[in-house]
């Protein structure tokens, strides 16, 4: 549990908390859509949350992290060849670590088909995300392009095939050509990764709990519940102080 759970450091977290103005108990979650174990992580924390009796005053907010920010969409190689090629190691090597996630997604209801995975970068998506955010659609955002990318074999670097996911959800297709690639959605998957980088994320799914508690990785259900258990006893006493100050 004390390898899981970390508190964050009280001096930067006062200091990145002006930076937010939400009044809001508010878990915020750094992943890339690309990351198998973010997509398990976020079912683990969703069981978590199930959980949770004040589950309907939690905020849920998706961070933007990409894992390999350089690397180039290929549609001509498997996740496999890619995998080899980026970390050294031979394609059956990469299968297995494949078979592996697959096994522990499994687990949780998830089914992985890397044999369909296509090599993508994801800039693009999250700004997609952060497009869903103003609609408030953040979530089914971010659980529809994890199954296009993990289950479905989708290209999430290719505009009409976000355009059609965002309209799955509920985003207008217009929009979404329009503002795919506004500037402000850019400065704001940026300034989510640069956050990052502030609280020394080095690895995603990262949650952070009222900017006080961290989990990283994909945990199991009972870490990330404790953690919600903690931080939210915490935010509630604060927040009935500064009522009666």
């Not at 059956?92 to 296509?118: C, I, N, P, S, W």
Request: net charge negative; hydrophobic share 40%; with cysteine.
């Amino acid at each position: 549990m004390a390898s899981a759970q970390q508190k964050l450091d009280k001096k930067l977290t006062k200091e990145i908390a002006l930076m937010d103005t939400t009044s809001m108990f508010t878990v915020e979650i750094w992943s890339d859509i690309v990351c198998p174990f973010c997509y398990l992580g976020k079912r683990k924390f969703e069981a978590a949350l199930e959980q949770f009796p004040e589950r309907d005053q939690v905020r849920v907010v998706w961070k933007s992290f990409q894992l390999n920010p350089d690397v180039m969409t290929d549609t001509s190689i498997t996740v496999y060849e890619h995998l080899s090629r980026s970390k050294g190691i031979s394609e059956d090597v990469a299968r297995q670590m494949a078979e592996g996630v697959t096994e522990r997604a499994r687990e949780v209801g998830l089914h992985y088909d890397f044999d369909k995975a296509v090599v993508a970068n994801t800039f693009k998506a999250h700004c997609l995300l952060h497009l869903a955010k103003e609609k408030g659609l953040q979530n089914e955002m971010k659980e529809r392009l994890l199954k296009a990318y993990f289950i479905e074999g989708k290209n999430v670097d290719d505009t009409e095939i976000l355009v059609n996911t965002g309209i799955e959800i509920g985003l207008n297709g217009a929009e979404i050509r329009e503002k795919l690639n506004a500037e402000e959605y850019r400065a704001a998957v940026q300034e989510d990764m640069d956050l990052a980088q502030r609280f020394g994320i080095r690895g995603v799914p990262f949650f952070v709990f009222d900017r006080k508690y961290a989990v990283s990785g994909a945990q199991e259900s009972n870490v990330f519940l404790q953690t919600l258990q903690n931080a939210y006893k915490e935010w509630k006493k604060d927040n009935s102080e500064a009522t009666y100050k």
